[in-house]
């Protein structure tokens, strides 16, 4: 889909003290960044969109991701598993639902005030 790639994080470096997960390298610079830990399964999480890209780390769990370019019309579903990566571009409406216990990682290249200011809702997934 346009706007939109998903990709495997790499392990870059491991040795006897430690290893380093290689998440994005350049892709966006980010300006916030979250953890969500998700409580219960089958809850959707967004059912909105941005003016601006955003970056999502699968550090645990699994999920299931609709997304929908709003200017191509392109809408595309996803199975997501840890160490997945996805990058939404601008205008990228996103929903999805994922597995109790799924720890994600989140950023965005926009500082995030509140839903009210940066979210443009929409209702792709019900």
């Not at 991701?65 to 996805?86: A, P, Q």
């Amino acid at each position: 889909m346009k706007g939109v790639f998903i990709k495997k994080a790499v392990l870059v470096s491991d040795d006897e003290r430690r290893n380093i997960i290689e998440i994005m390298n350049g892709d966006m610079n980010v300006k916030n960044l979250k953890i969500l830990n998700v409580k219960k399964s089958k809850l959707i999480l967004g059912n909105h969109w941005h003016p601006y890209a955003e970056l999502m780390y699968v550090l645990k769990g699994s999920g299931h991701y609709h997304m929908y370019n709003i200017d191509t019309k392109e809408f595309e579903d996803f199975d997501l598993v840890e160490g997945d990566v996805v990058y939404r571009g601008p205008r990228i409406s996103h929903a999805g639902y994922f597995t109790e216990g799924s720890i994600l990682i989140d950023g965005a290249c926009e500082t995030y005030v509140s839903a009210d200011f940066n979210d443009i809702k929409d209702v792709i997934m019900e």
